[in-house]
């Protein structure tokens, strides 16, 4: 099993408790192999069901449950669910719904639960902190610290006053005081397993993550041995434990692989070797001629009798149950031990028949004394007798019984869950005066024309039809597309970046917001990559991939939200926003500015245009000052020559 995967047979091995990947519980009934409960917690993939136990025989003080109902919950045992998160729910079978909850204590992930007739339910997980719950209550009765680091494993003792928690080490705790009382070591691994060996002295067996040693430790206070009286030996880790502890103690386990080994001893002293197993047992299939035989993982074992065993095998949520005597596969280890000995006899006979004759012809043939030749004959016979004799009992005490068992595998129409039996179907009531007819009497239900009507021609049909009048008009164009989903699509999945800027640089935003609308849920994370990584770009048109964004945001922002990798791949998109933001200020001043100069200097060409000359000088020479003259007239002329000789006249007098 994975570690987000627990399993557990009731105490009575009535029920079978299965928490998978998935998060749901099934719940089968071994003796029929039927699914009688499923359940689907809530939360169930972000916070898994880490640990399960059966409680049983518990009277329940809810109120929620209708009193027609109360009677059967007392009955039907319940589930207690630990989660990942440090929660535990009580699931009852009768009312098929959680009873109570236990909250408010873990904050971690919950390694193990506990509960015993007559005691109260323990929890540990993590934060190496064990709870005593009153279920009926929904109360805590008592809590300590019981280790720094995690505690995988809790085992409380009948009667509620002594406790085991587990980690590397094992710790005996008396309840009452919280007092230490013994200690073992010896697990180099995190325990994993606890079982209860009740004899005439108490034993615990345990198992540990990625060991194949399973260790039996004695709960005897007055004992101050710390290390464990006997090991026993698996081929592979073991993954499940049961024990059914009489004068001889069965102990099955199952191992990682898939099969169950079983394990008999007489608890009664330290043993300094380890034991191996005494028989295992594995599942198969029969396969066929075209299909080979495939093994049938064995997922847990309860051994609810001495001589009897309950199995679940199958895998992926699909199991089957089988019960087991053990007396059969002892009777068939017999057989077969007999069986070897009665050929090590007939091979023994063999090689005395075939020495008888080779003294014959010893004897007819040389001259050696007879005596000689049947002493060293007889010599012959007692090394090759003692030899197979070795032989015989090195076999029968170390050999391990391999049984493999052929069965069927599981699959989902063999696992129903069982309903109850209810129809809508009404049976007629049929009495003698009914009359039966034959198929050949009943009438067709083919439609029969009536005469005088006349059927309309092919011709007519297909002109009512007005196929011709959506005729392509090529003033018009060709037609538009209202989005390219199909064509990002292939961008997408081909990464081609052709295909992919002829999709995105486009500037109709109804375009875009119509493919968005229409892109499934898988692609919405590839394309929001694609757009981060093109808006990067030092192209001027990265500018257009604003209006994707937009797009994509309105229209799929809860799917982008239930992302948990969305913080990664918006990263970039929001570094780059950030250090243009931060440019923003800088450049707004830059604009400002140079809005500024260029108003100004626009002003200055706008008034010199419009603003008329204050001094117009020109050069002129004689011809024009004598055209000039002819214009002015004669009259202007004589005036001023007149006015010039005056002047003339005037400085020469004053001149004299």
Known sequence: ?????????????KYFGYCGDDGKLK????????????YIPNLHLSEPCTCLTWLLNIKHSDNSIPKYKKKSVGKKPLVALGTAAGNISVYSMAAGTVLSGLIGVHTTRLN???????????????DGIIVEWDVCCKKVVSKWKANESSITCLLVLPGGENLLSAHHRITLWCIASKFIIKTFYGHATEVTRLSLVITGTSYCVSAARDDRYISVWPLVIKNQEKHCVAQLI??????????????????????????????????????????????????????????????????????????????????????????????????????????????????LETVARHYCQTLETVVRHTSQTLETVVRHTSQTLETVARHY????????????????????????????????????????????????????????NKRVREPGLTEVAMEERLDNLSLNQFSYDSTRGPPKPDNLVQLLLQGLKSKDTLILHSVLLRKDEQLIFNTVSRL????????????????????????????WL?????????????????????????????????QLTPLMRLRGRLELLVGQIGAIADTNELQDSLLVYREQGSSDEDDLMETLGGSDNEDSSSRWSEEDEEQKNMST
């Not at 994370?525 to 048109?541: I, N, V, Y």
């Open 1 to 13: 099993m994975s570690s987000t995967e627990c399993s557990a047979f009731s105490e009575d091995g």
């Open 27 to 38: 719940i089968w009934e071994t003796d029929t192999g039927t699914l009688k409960k499923e």
């Open 112 to 126: 193990t639960l506990s509960w015993s007739k007559g005691t109260n339910l323990f929890s540990a997980g993590d």
């Open 234 to 347: 698996s081929n592979d880790p073991c993954v499940d434990l049961s024990v059914m502890g009489d004068e001889l103690t069965n102990i099955g386990v199952v191992t990682r692989t898939g099969a169950l080994q079983i394990f008999r001893h007489h608890l009664n002293g330290k043993r300094t070797r380890p034991l191996k197993p005494d028989l295992t047992l594995q599942m198969a299939t029969s396969g066929g001629k075209d299909s080979s035989s495939e093994p049938l993982p064995i997922v847990g074992t309860h051994l609810c009798e001495p001589t009897t065993a309950i199995v679940a095998y199958g895998q992926s949520g699909l199991f089957r149950f089988e019960r087991i005597t053990l007396e059969t596969v002892a009777r068939h280890t017999s057989q077969t031990l007999e069986t070897v000995a009665r050929h090590y006899c007939q091979t």
């Open 389 to 444: 004799c070795q032989t015989l009992e090195t076999s029968t005490s170390s050999s391990t019984e391999m049984v493999c068992l052929v069965r069927d595998a599981p699959t989902k129409g063999s696992h129903k869950r069982e309903k109850v039996a209810m129809t809508k179907v009404v049976v007629p009531l049929v009495d003698d005066s009914a009359e039966y007819v034959s198929a050949a009497a009943v009438g067709s």
């Open 520 to 547: 499934p849920l898988r692609t919405v994370a590839p394309l929001l990559t694609e757009l981060c990584t093109l808006l990067q770009s030092k192209s001027q048109r990265n500018h257009m991939v604003v209006p």
């Open 550 to 582: 937009k797009a994509m945001l309105a229209v799929h922002a809860g799917q982008l939200l239930s992302n948990p990798e969305l913080s990664q791949m918006l990263a970039p998109l929001l570094s780059l926003i950030e250090a243009r933001l931060g």
